[in-house]
């Protein structure tokens, strides 16, 4: 089994995280950067499937050097190889999904598990558009994978309630947050981690990419939470409801 | 050239050993303090993981970890619980004698198994009579054909009723002075070791510290480290990865303190402002948090000189006497930022006072760093 793992590097959620000046991104730099939690969970999904069997993971990131030391952590928790893909163009999903379609045109791996969104943008399509493209069956928001031969069963969140779907190899899966708790890799492990092999390819050597269409006009913080207020009594609160919050007529 | 950046590796140590130490540590050492309790199960997932005998060279498939990246991982470790840092760093202290004066076949012999197994160990050099003066010890080994034979007392022996293995330090000729202190090997199980109920301590009370007796303890003569009158030798060069790395300990230690403090400073108003925003309060603050980063500063630059083969003797004693005494003055504030809640154990910072204590005082007290500093300064 040859599992793809693309993993995107983003800011830890515990972070304080705020707009930049221009107001179209957050301030990138300065706060502790993480795995994404959902790709996380997906490297310990494939490492659950394979679980120490013949096979090999590939993790795989988009940018340029500064994902390194995730793209290590993850081959610390167990992967096997990882792929660096440079690119200078904006991380999109537009972006994103043409390549990794090139790289598993190319690595030809029975399954690709990947995190259901990534926790700085999250826009949550990249699974959706990969699977589309290369007209593979999806399942999405997994919180169980069982695999028996070819056929892969998936447990799927939705809203309000659950999905199981079936597929056969090769698919895409994104992962959900119910799915498994990342393991902690050892401290050897992160010291082998350093002499598995690790590529760096270019997007021109995978066809190349153009921009994303879509522009990001403006980035808001959300509107600032009021303090609470304590009021006498019901009398009070419900004409509170009513004349303030407008939640009762 | 100088650096202060921690390289990729570093930071995902300290990453790891962070994390683990949140997950197995930080949420029990409450609990332990009031129990006294062993934490042997966590700190057998230290071993599990990878984070305990980092002395151990490669040769013999240990981590051979350069020491400035031990502490880089002694500060999380410490800062979860330094009574469960103490533990796990007593094996580091037992341990380094032998990767500093043993053969290979012994190093194959006593080291190989902390690679293989989780096991524990103590060393043995305090003795009743002889703390700060260790050189004066009075526990005897004496040559009988093949054999050794030990006989004396050691005191405060951090993890004497865990270990399965002891660093022992004894006079082959008690005329000598220290040319005859000789270092040995000495496996838990061999008759005549008697370890007596462990000590009721005020603070890091989850470690485990006993006084052990030897009786008549006979050991091959294999089990002679270094060689006969070495051991002083040995014992002096250990201080050079030890102070630093107990000096590291009370860095985390002290980030604990800031830490809370620094929280508290914010949800705590009085006068209609967080105390905070009290110049008193801020300034103290200020104070804990430089002197936390100069104590980081003074155990790194220690380790990095014994990891560079540099003499590091005194930098050894100033990162040691510094920390250790800025660690308790951190921790004194910290008490007082918390005021009449610190004093209570509803919050950690009263343990952290209780504990830091301790860091002045063993591993040679703040009076025998300064002691050695002087020395050194009037030579
Ligand atoms: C919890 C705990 C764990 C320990 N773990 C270990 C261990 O694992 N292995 C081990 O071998 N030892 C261990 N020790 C022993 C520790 O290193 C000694 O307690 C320490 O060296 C001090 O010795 P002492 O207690 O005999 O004090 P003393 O030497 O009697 O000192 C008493 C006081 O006199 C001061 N003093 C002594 N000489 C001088 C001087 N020349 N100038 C100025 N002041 C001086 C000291 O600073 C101290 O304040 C441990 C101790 C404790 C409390």
Not at chain 1, 74 to 92: C, D, F, S, W, Y
Not at chain 2, 162 to 179: N, S
Request: charge should be negative; aromatic fraction near 6%.
């Amino acid at each position: 089994m040859k599992i793809i793992v693309p993993i995107a590097r983003t800011e830890d959620y515990n972070a304080r995280i705020v707009v930049n000046k221009d107001g179209d991104d957050i301030e990138r730099g300065g706060v502790a950067m993480v795995i994404n939690p959902f790709d996380e969970i997906a490297v310990e999904e494939a490492l659950r499937i394979l679980d120490g069997g013949d096979g090999e993971i590939i993790v795989v990131s988009i940018g340029g050097d500064e994902a390194a030391p995730e793209l290590r952590r993850a081959l610390a928790m167990g992967a096997h190889r990882a792929v660096q893909i440079n690119t200078e163009a904006k991380l999109m999903p537009e972006v994103i999904t043409p390549l990794l379609g090139a790289l598993v045109e190319r690595e030809q791996p029975d399954l690709v598990v990947m995190g259901k969104q990534s926790i700085d943008g999250d826009s949550g399509q990249v699974a959706q558009r990969l699977a589309q493209r290369l007209n593979w069956p999806q399942a999405t928001f997994a919180y169980e994978v069982k695999i028996e031969g070819k056929t892969v069963t998936v447990g799927c969140e939705m809203d309000g309630g659950t999905e199981t779907v079936a597929f056969d190899l090769p698919g895409v899966i994104s992962t959900d947050l119910r799915l498994n708790e990342p393991r902690l890799p050892k401290l050897p492990d992160i010291m082998k981690a350093k002499k598995k092999p690790y590529d760096v390819i270019s997007d021109d050597e995978l066809g190349g990419v153009a921009e994303s269409p879509i522009k990001v006009l403006s980035m808001a913080p959300p509107p600032e939470r009021q303090a609470g207020q304590i009021v006498a009594d019901v009398d009070a609160l419900i004409a509170k409801l009513r004349d303030e919050a407008k939640v009762l007529a | 050239m100088i650096a202060f950046g921690l390289t990729e590796d570093q930071l995902e140590y300290q990453r790891m050993a962070r994390q683990f130490i949140a997950q197995n540590v930080t949420p029990n050492a409450g609990h332990w303090d009031e129990t006294g309790h062993f934490p042997k199960d966590e700190i057998r997932s230290a071993w599990e993981n990878g984070l305990l005998n980092l002395c151990i060279p490669d040769s013999v498939g240990g981590a051979g970890m350069p020491l400035v990246d031990t502490l880089i991982i002694s500060e999380e470790i410490s800062y979860g619980c330094v009574g469960y840092s103490t533990s796990c760093m007593a094996n580091e202290l037992a341990l380094t004698p032998v990767v500093i004066g043993a053969d290979e076949d012994q190093k194959r012999k006593f080291l190989k198994p902390f690679v293989d197994e989780f096991k524990l160990a103590a060393f043995c050099l305090s003795e009743p009579g002889a703390g700060s003066d260790a050189a004066s010890l009075r526990t005897t080994a004496k040559r009988e054909g093949d054999e050794w034979v030990i006989n004396g007392q050691k005191q405060w022996i951090t993890n004497a009723t865990h270990a399965d293995f002891y660093t022992v330090f004894a006079t082959v000729d008690r005329e000598a002075g220290h040319r005859g202190i000789t270092l040995f090997a000495v496996p838990r199980n061999t008759p005549g070791i008697t370890i007596a109920p462990h000590e009721n301590k005020m603070g890091q009370r989850c470690s485990d510290t006993a006084p052990i007796s030897f009786d008549n303890v006979r050991v091959p003569a294999d089990h002679c480290i270094g060689g006969p009158g070495n051991g002083w030798k040995i014992a002096m060069r250990t201080l050079d990865f030890s102070r630093p790395l107990v000096a590291m300990s009370a860095v985390g230690v002290a980030r604990r303190a800031l830490e809370e403090s620094i929280k508290y400073a914010k949800e705590r108003k009085t006068f209609g402002k967080p105390i905070g925003q009290h110049q008193a309060i801020g300034f103290m603050l200020s104070d804990m948090a430089a002197k936390t980063q100069a104590a980081r500063l003074l155990a790194l630059e220690a380790a990095w000189r014994t990891d560079q083969g540099l003499p590091a003797n005194k930098e050894a004693s100033f990162a040691k006497a510094m920390c250790a005494d800025w660690c308790m003055e951190i921790c004194t504030d910290a008490v007082q930022i918390f005021g009449g809640y610190g004093y209570t154990k509803e919050y950690p910072v009263e343990k952290l006072m209780r504990d830091a204590k301790l860091i002045q005082i063993y591993e040679g007290t703040s009076q025998i760093q300064r002691v050695v500093i002087s020395r050194e300064l009037m030579r």
